[in-house]
Structure formats: structure tokens, C-alpha cells
């Protein structure tokens, strides 16, 4: 089915650790973003891209990286991870006209 | 700050019953979009509104733009425990590129 795959579901990491939060989308969107779901916050923009080889900052980029060298492929790095990113990750891709979003991973930083 | 302030946050009603749900901005939108949450899953993308004074129904819900653009309203007509979830509005500012959401608002519906 076409869509935005994230993986992993789940992830434990302990303090300091690094991973990558993996987003890939088969629909040829040019706009993929990253969001964080905190109990009654909402949905916060971390990273986002309008098109391969450009990425710009949302509202809460620190201790994220993001690249963008395909149109199909948005990673998200946690460089040093801490307990204050313990959170709900969405990844989405779409246009103006409406996003499709990934089904999420949740994060624990202990 | 929040760029787009939703309310209320929490609405527990009785089948059956209307309501409005409003989102609401100081900033201009080029559009403005409304998502439903279920618990473990992502938005799904409901309606987008891009026309000041726009007003689009999906079946007992119906959605508005407000004429300055700014502001965003979801009345459900009838409603049913399968309505039940969270409803996040969203936004592209004008000349913006990124795409930005409310708080949410918790929707209860009670048999």
C-alpha cells in the first residue's frame, strides 16, 4: 500500500545514546516533515523538507539532525539522546492540499 | 505560543447531541487543514480548506474557513460514539511552506 513507512515502532535507548528514526514515502512528495506528539501538545514540527538536498528547522529542532538525499528517504537523528525526548515521533509527507502520515515511533529515553 | 489556538481541548457529550469545535489564529493561512487521531495511530486527514468563506461537508461534518482566512470551524451534526477522538487542526501560513497543528481537541462521545 502506498504511504509513509516508519520504523522502528518502539525504541528504548538509554541517555546519551544516538539512533536514526527511519521515514520513507512511495507517493513522489516533495514536503516531508517530523513531528513529536507530547501528551497535550499536540503535534510540534522538529525538521522538515520541501525537496532532495533541502531541510529547514521547525519548533523544536534541538538535539535533531535531518537529511534529505532522496525524495523517498527523511531520516531523523537523535545525536545524544535524553529523557526530555521521550515522545510519540510522526513522520509525514504531502503537499498543500493534505499530508499523509506514518504510524509513528515511540521513543523512551531512560 | 501556540500559532493556532484550538478549543475547547476537551468536549465529553451524549450521542446524539451537536458541536462545534474552533480553531483560531492572529496569523493569515493559505490553507487549513482538520485531522482525526485514533490512540496508537497517526492523523488522518479529514478535510482541506483553502478559500476564505469555504464551507465543506463529510456527512455529519461540516467545516468552514473563516472569511480573513484566520480562523477554522468543525461542527458535527448528530453525534456518535464512533466520533470519539482527537481533532487537530493545522495550518500553512501564507508565504510559509511549513505545515503547523493546534493543540487538539479530545472528543468523547457517550452512549
Known amino acids: 500500500n502506498a504511504g509513509v513507512t516508519q520504523t522502528p515502532k518502539f525504541q528504548v535507548l538509554k541517555t546519551g545514546q544516538s539512533m536514526t528514526l527511519q521515514c520513507a514515502q512511495d507517493?513522489?512528495?516533495?514536503?516531508m516533515s517530523w513531528y513529536r506528539q507530547d501528551p497535550g501538545m499536540g503535534l510540534r514540527l522538529i525538521h522538515y523538507s520541501v525537496g532532495a538536498g533541502i531541510t529547514d528547522q521547525g519548533e523544536v529542532p534541538n538535539g535533531y539532525n535531518v537529511s534529505r538525499s532522496t525524495t523517498e528517504d527523511f531520516p531523523l537523528r537523535l545525536l545524544s539522546a535524553a529523557p526530555s525526548q521521550t515522545s510519540v515521533y510522526f513522520c509525514a509527507s504531502g503537499f498543500r492540499g493534505g499530508y499523509t502520515f506514518g504510524s509513528g515511533t515511540r521513543l523512551t529515553v531512560v | 505560543t501556540q500559532l493556532l489556538e484550538q478549543s475547547p481541548q476537551f468536549l465529553s457529550i451524549q450521542e446524539g447531541e451537536n458541536l462545534t469545535v474552533y480553531c483560531n489564529s492572529s496569523s493569515v493561512f493559505s490553507s487549513l487543514q482538520w485531522y482525526r487521531q485514533e490512540p496508537g495511530e497517526g492523523p488522518v486527514l479529514l478535510v482541506t480548506?483553502?478559500?476564505?468563506?469555504e464551507v465543506k461537508k463529510l456527512k455529519r461534518l461540516t467545516f468552514q474557513f473563516g472569511d480573513a482566512r484566520k480562523d477554522s470551524s468543525l461542527h458535527i451534526t448528530a453525534a456518535q460514539p464512533g466520533d470519539t477522538g482527537l481533532y487537530l487542526c493545522?495550518?500553512?501560513?501564507?508565504?510559509?511552506?511549513?505545515?503547523?497543528f493546534g493543540q487538539g481537541t479530545r472528543l468523547t462521545i457517550n452512549p
Open positions: 493545522a495550518g500553512v501560513r501564507m508565504g510559509a511552506q511549513k505545515l503547523v
Open positions: 507517493m513522489n512528495h516533495e514536503y
Open positions: 480548506v483553502v478559500t476564505g468563506g
